[in-house]
């Protein structure tokens, strides 16, 4: 019993430990905001979706490119004898 009860005073100290540092955590985040940065999860997203659209414009541009050079209709008769 007593090794059980050092035990679960250990793990109450860890969670307490560990609550203290989430709150630090959070405050820092909070102050960091107030400052006007983004959280790094933001600008990560923001920075996804910016490579997907150029990569979406890129494509487009690709698309143009090879369409210019196709084969329009009427660019070819066929004689059928």
Do not use: T, Y
């Amino acid at each position: 019993n007593v090794i059980l009860e050092k035990i679960i005073i250990d793990l109450e100290d860890e969670v307490v430990n560990l609550l203290e540092k989430e709150k630090a955590n959070l405050e820092i985040i909070e102050s960091l905001k107030s400052k006007g940065f983004k959280s790094s999860e933001s600008a990560v997203s923001e920075s996804k979706n910016q490579n997907e659209n150029d990569c979406h414009k890129i494509e487009k541009e690709c698309d143009k490119k090879e369409n210019s050079k196709g084969i329009a209709p009427g660019m070819f008769k066929l004689n059928v004898s």
